[in-house]
């Protein structure tokens, strides 16, 4: 079983800095790594599959990258509306195997 | 755009069963995988159980399995989550959910979610 890490459990930021969160994998695996926002009360949104590839309608702040085991989204400058609790998530190769992290809080600070 | 309303979330005694429905609107739905994946309120996300376009493939997770099947009706653009021997641990949002991808791999589209809750 593929353990997701996220780091850090909760990030403090103000808008317009920078937000660097970690996904580490318990084991080396294939590219196939998502990443989502989640605002309290909805339902999570997909902003990066396939490691890189920004879903459609997010903008260019967020970036998606990474390889084997680790795995970073970046937001380049953050606007108010960023701040929300963020999970990575991977499908390994087969059987399909899906797991998501324990996600990380991006907070105002 | 995109829809999918899920149905038949409720509050049930440990033990008891409860089907949920997802009704999938504005997307080819007898070509998309789908997903169940559930969330205890305050709590990260869990990956529930998950079909292949036309239901020949189907896997759930360990903590599942054996409990909850996992089916669709593509003549009514339909997913089911069959829940059977209800524990409290099974509380939780229920969201039916549209993969994309190898395998499925990541979820492009999420319902809003349907309660359920598990007490005596």
């Known amino acids: 079983e593929i353990v997701l890490t996220q780091s850090p459990a909760t990030l403090s930021l103000s808008p317009g800095e920078r937000a660097t969160l970690s996904c580490r994998a318990s084991q080396s695996v294939t590219s196939y790594l998502a990443w989502y926002q989640q605002k309290p009360g909805q339902a999570p949104r997909l902003l990066i599959y396939d490691a890189s590839n920004r879903a459609t309608g997010i903008p260019a702040r967020f970036s998606g990258s990474g390889s084997g085991k680790d795995f970073t989204l970046t937001i380049s400058s953050l606007e108010p509306e960023d701040f929300a609790v963020y999970y990575c998530q991977l499908c390994a190769s087969w059987p399909p195997e899906y797991t998501f992290g324990q996600g990380t809080n991006l907070e105002i600070k | 755009q995109v829809q999918l309303v899920e149905f038949g979330g409720g509050v049930v005694q440990p033990g008891m069963s409860l089907r949920l429905s997802c009704v999938a609107s504005?997307?080819?739905?007898?070509?998309?995988?789908m997903h169940w994946v559930r969330q205890v309120p305050g709590k990260g996300l869990e990956w529930v159980a998950v079909?292949?376009?036309?239901?020949?493939?189907?896997y759930s997770a360990d903590s599942v399995k054996g409990r909850f099947t996992i089916s669709r009706d593509n003549s009514k653009n339909t997913l089911y989550l069959e829940m059977n021997i209800l524990r409290v641990e099974d509380t939780a949002v229920y969201y039916c959910a549209r993969g994309n991808g190898v395998n499925y791999a990541y979820v492009d589209h999420w319902g809003q979610g349907t309660v359920v809750t598990v007490s005596s």
């Open positions: 079909i292949w376009f036309d239901g020949s493939v189907k």
């Open positions: 504005g997307l080819t739905f007898s070509t998309s995988g």
